[in-house]
């Protein structure tokens, strides 16, 4: 009978989880459940949820650092922050609604464990760069850390990095510790119209190759537009290419200005002012325009030149949509495709640009079926299926959700 | 100093010396090997120059295969490996074992590819990580990390290391700026790790084998975030009577939202001693001193200069000086660079890299000073603020045994101070066998285990690197079973 469990502290946690691999119990690991239907579906005895693990248990805004108990819910831990004038760097996106779930589900610790970050991390990151120190309890039952509270730290294997994007297979955390960072004064958007995939990406590497320290660069092609909340925008109709700048106020004036004057050859560029800007980027955030569908969504990292080409190549199999983010490097593209989510074509795609691609949307069957997440090469599989056990070597923890045989 | 126990050579491998630099010498080619005693040398040690220890042979490949080659043969026949750099490092992370073969990637550091469009170069490893700059500052383009030895160190050690910097407080460290890997695993099997695009599918490999000293596999190419340079840069500095108000003020800095691209930390006697050597004009009547650099156009930067000046105010600065020129800014940098130099002109030293929390600058420069009193030794200090580096340089005259072994056991003590303040043993410079002993401090065996057990992963054997990183004593039944 499925059971769930909340541990109102790491003894607890320790406690069941030596349990159940002492008698082979399979189990799910979750945080805010925001984003359980991403993976393969799995076959468990019982759900650990660390919602019982709430609370920030340490916030040295001068020191720009946080650590928080691993159920905290993340907008308790995005509130905090923004009381003090500061942020999550990377921007971590919201799932949850891509599969008719609400929002604000998702906890601090189910942020790291999938290490899934928003439009500014080709500026500063992903979840991974930020994490400094874990605490957590690994399938053998034992209560371990790594890391610590200080911004450089090389004492030691770097097993914090390990667990981000593990996706709760090696251990269920109970605390991170984690860099913030001062919110920025001012917020400008550059947007061009109409532009063709090629080009568009042409326009946002030309943009991360200034000195501006431009922090969002995306593109949606037409039908992905008309799905903005943001109605000035969505009216355009057309496909939409957007530049963010970041800074104090005058710097944002004169960065945009530069930008603007470097990018002039390709075509008219709007401007969105401060309240504007941090509407649109904010619905990317949520994944806006990729909600209200359920047609199959892939996501795929590429070096950026290569994201148009992976589109294209995808478009010539199958009907499909995409937002590109990360300067183009990063392509969510829905698809129209009735059989395998048109795993076999996209992953033969990938294989001829470089890159990986992951399943986040689509029917449980369809998980079942096909690879979720990028088959890895033989050694890296060998590799990744010991460290699998050396964390929970009776495969306990989140079983099958990555990988099939483990 | 030579406090740190090294084990006994295996008697049998060092007896077969001869044979196995005949074997190494067929896989590679003799010129690639190095067999005699005067050509060893030159490996016996890092810049942790009190522990040395000639290796069994050194080789250095011309190619990932090579290395593999070299790898397979070894795993084969139980022969210890340790892999090296530049040999620039500062815990003995290079030393050799009499008994290993020391695999040198100085031959292997070539460019392979710039792209720009992308913002990634692919490189052989053996490059310095000054060399990358180098080859990408015609298009004003950069590698970010920047520790103090850029222009002998290696990509392969700062990939070792994870290895930060002056500049880290804006740019991150290695682990941040490596995109993809060519990495050879102890039994020789080759595999790539990520590549130009962002994050892993899977597990975090990438994360592990950075900063893993050198003990999970060997890398040989790999694919870096290349940066666009910024405008321009300018610091300035700040004097203050005390090192709390330079805490203070650092603090109130960051607290405004503003970080800056480096933060540096002098006390007073490195202000003497490095002023004394390179006439950078700082202030002598200070007990504290900040450098703060900033980016931007030249208008953005004078205002941001202007708003630091501002908020370090209500600390009492008792010298302000933003600089107005190239020169003045090649001034204000030049001290602090040399500061490793020039107080090796005076002394010997012995260099810490312990961090703490920023909020217990104060309370820990206090305690440092007590114990170098109490052990009769003089220290300087120096600190990356804005991430809690902090670098006391214990001076100790090496003539005096008695002085050596007094300055590491200090040493040992402030890196304990460090732990407990809520920091840890080292920010850069690695564990290596330096700190090695002192894991406990700062780890339970829990802990410990986990991580010798990622080691058994990928190194079944424990023939890479040994000796380092771990306790002798704490190779658990548990860390070595079979994953």
């Known amino acids: 009978m499925l059971t769930n469990i909340r541990p109102v502290d790491e003894r607890e946690c320790a406690r069941v989880l030596a349990e159940a691999t002492a008698t082979h119990t399979p189990i799910t690991v979750l945080g805010g459940g925001s984003k359980q239907h991403v993976g393969r579906p799995m076959n468990t005895a019982a759900n650990i949820s660390t919602k019982g693990l709430r609370g920030v248990t340490l916030y040295e805004p001068s020191e720009m650092v946080m650590s928080a108990r691993a159920g905290t819910p993340l907008e308790q831990i995005e509130d905090a922050?923004?009381?003090?004038?500061?942020?999550?760097?990377?921007?971590?996106?919201?799932?949850?609604?891509?599969?008719?779930?609400?929002?604000?589900?998702?906890?601090?610790?189910?942020?790291?464990?999938?290490?899934?970050?928003?439009?500014?991390?080709?500026?500063?990151?992903?979840?991974?760069?930020?994490?400094?120190?874990?605490?957590?309890?690994?399938?053998?039952?034992?209560?371990?850390?790594?890391?610590?509270?200080?911004?450089?730290?090389?004492?030691?294997?770097?097993?914090?990095r390990g667990l981000a994007g593990s996706w709760g297979t090696l251990a269920v955390m109970s605390e991170v510790t984690f860099k913030v960072?001062?919110?920025?004064?001012?917020?400008?958007?550059?947007?061009?119209?109409?532009?063709?995939?090629?080009?568009?990406?042409?326009?946002?590497?030309?943009?991360?190759?200034?000195p501006y320290e431009v922090s969002g660069a995306v593109h949606l092609q037409p039908q992905i537009v008309a799905r903005l909340w943001h109605e000035g925008l969505r009216r355009q109709g057309q496909a939409l290419t957007a530049l963010r700048i970041e800074n104090f106020a005058k710097s944002v004036a004169y960065r945009s200005g530069k930008l603007k004057d470097h990018l002039k050859a390709y075509g008219e560029i709007h401007d969105l002012d401060r309240e504007n800007s941090l509407a649109f980027w904010g619905e990317l955030r949520q994944l806006s325009v990729l909600q209200g569908s359920d047609a199959p969504l892939w996501r795929i990292s590429t070096p950026p030149s290569a994201g148009p080409k992976v589109v294209s190549a995808?478009?010539?199999?199958?009907?499909?949509?995409?937002?590109?983010?990360?300067?183009?490097?990063?392509?969510?593209?829905?698809?129209?495709?009735?059989?395998?989510?048109?795993?076999?074509?996209?992953?033969?795609?990938?294989?001829?640009?470089?890159?990986?691609?992951?399943?986040?949307?689509?029917?449980?069957?369809?998980?079942?079926?096909?690879?979720?997440?990028?088959?890895?090469?033989?050694?890296?599989?060998?590799?990744?299926?010991?460290?699998?056990?050396?964390f929970d070597p009776a495969g306990i923890l989140n079983p099958g959700r990555m990988y099939a045989n483990h | 100093m030579s406090h740190v126990a090294l084990p006994e050579p295996d008697a049998a491998i060092v007896a077969r010396r001869d044979t196995i630099v005949e074997d190494l010498r067929r896989l590679i080619g003799p010129a690639a090997v190095i067999g005699d005693e005067d050509g060893r040398r030159a490996y016996e040690t890092d810049a942790l120059t009190a522990y040395r220890r000639m290796p069994l042979a050194v080789v250095l490949p011309g190619s990932t295969e090579e290395v593999s080659r070299v790898l397979a043969y070894c795993h084969q026949n139980n022969i210890k490996v340790v892999a090296r750099g530049a040999g620039t490092s500062l815990s003995g992370g290079a030393l050799p074992t009499e008994d290993a073969v020391v695999v040198g990637v100085s031959r292997m550091s070539r460019v392979l590819e710039v792209d720009y469009v992308n913002r990634i170069a692919r490189v052989e490893v053996g490059i310095t990580n000054l060399g990358i700059s180098e080859a990408v500052k015609a298009r004003d383009f950069f590698y970010a990390p920047d520790p103090s030895s850029q222009l002998a160190c290696t990509l392969a050690g700062n990939i070792g290391m994870n290895s930060g910097g002056a500049h880290c407080l804006k740019y991150g460290v290695t682990t941040n700026n490596v995109l993809g890997l060519k990495m050879v695993l102890m039994d020789g099997e080759i595999v790539e790790i990520g590549g130009a695009?962002?994050?892993?599918?899977?597990?975090?490999?990438?994360?592990?084998?950075?900063?893993?000293?050198g003990q999970l596999g060997i890398a040989t190419e790999a694919t870096v975030r290349i940066l666009r340079a910024a405008e321009g840069a300018r610091p300035m500095l700040l004097g203050f009577d005390s090192s709390e108000a330079a805490g203070q003020c650092v603090s109130a800095i960051i607290g405004a939202g503003i970080i800056p691209v480096a933060i540096?930390?002098?006390?007073?006697?490195a202000i003497h001693v490095c002023e004394a050597f390179a006439k950078a004009g700082y202030p002598m009547e200070v007990e504290a001193l900040l450098?703060?650099?900033?980016?931007?156009?030249?208008?953005?930067?004078?205002?941001?200069?202007?708003?630091?000046?501002e908020i370090a105010k209500p600390f009492a600065p008792k010298a302000i000086r933003v600089s107005q020129s190239a020169e003045q800014s090649a001034a204000i940098w030049k001290g602090r660079k040399a500061a490793f130099g020039a107080i090796g002109r005076i002394s010997d030293y012995y260099c810490m890299d312990g961090v703490i929390p920023l909020g217990k600058l104060g309370e820990v420069l206090v305690a440092i000073a007590h114990i170098c009193d109490r052990a009769g030794l003089r220290v300087a200090n120096i600190f990356h603020a804005g991430d809690g580096n902090l670098h006391p340089l214990i001076l100790y005259d090496a003539n005096k045994p008695d002085e050596a072994d007094r300055a590491e056991k200090a040493g040992a003590e402030v890196l304990e101070l460090c732990v407990a303040a809520g920091g840890c043993?080292?920010?850069?410079?690695?564990?290596?066998?330096?700190?090695?002993?002192?894991?406990?401090?700062?780890?339970?065996?829990?802990?410990?285990?986990?991580?010798?057990?990622?080691?058994?992963?990928?190194?079944?054997?424990?023939?890479?690197?040994?000796?380092?990183?771990?306790?002798?004593?704490?190779?658990?039944?548990?860390?070595?079973?079979a994953a």
Not at chain 2, 197 to 213: A, K, N, Q, R
């Open chain 2, 425 to 481: 043993l080292t920010g850069e410079h690695g564990v290596g066998i330096e700190k090695r002993d002192l894991m406990r401090v700062q780890f339970n065996e829990t802990d410990l285990t986990l991580q010798m057990r990622i080691k058994t992963v990928f190194d079944p054997k424990w023939l890479l690197n040994p000796a380092k990183v771990f306790p002798l004593d704490g190779r658990t039944a548990a860390a070595l079973e």
């Open chain 2, 264 to 269: 540096e930390f002098m006390d007073r006697p």
């Open chain 1, 81 to 160: 922050l923004a009381a003090r004038g500061q942020m999550l760097a990377f921007e971590p996106i919201e799932l949850a609604m891509l599969n008719g779930g609400e929002a604000n589900q998702g906890t601090v610790a189910g942020m790291f464990a999938a290490n899934l970050a928003g439009a500014r991390r080709i500026r500063v990151g992903a979840p991974r760069d930020h994490l400094l120190g874990v605490r957590g309890v690994n399938g053998r039952g034992e209560i371990f850390k790594s890391g610590g509270r200080v911004m450089k730290n090389v004492t030691g294997y770097d097993l914090c």
């Open chain 1, 181 to 210: 960072v001062p919110a920025p004064e001012d917020t400008a958007t550059l947007i061009l119209l109409g532009l063709p995939d090629e080009i568009a990406v042409e326009v946002l590497c030309a943009a991360m190759a200034t």
């Open chain 2, 291 to 309: 450098i703060i650099e900033v980016e931007g156009s030249n208008e953005e930067m004078t205002d941001l200069l202007a708003v630091i000046t």
């Open chain 1, 314 to 390: 995808i478009a010539a199999y199958m009907e499909s949509r995409a937002f590109y983010d990360w300067s183009g490097g990063l392509v969510w593209i829905e698809v129209l495709s009735t059989t395998d989510a048109g795993a076999a074509d996209i992953r033969r795609v990938i294989a001829t640009h470089g890159g990986h691609a992951t399943l986040i949307r689509a029917e449980p069957q369809v998980r079942s079926a096909v690879e979720v997440f990028q088959p890895l090469e033989a050694g890296l599989q060998k590799l990744t299926r010991k460290i699998k056990a050396a």
């Open chain 2, 197 to 213: 695009h962002l994050d892993s599918p899977g597990y975090d490999l990438l994360g592990l084998v950075i900063g893993s000293e």
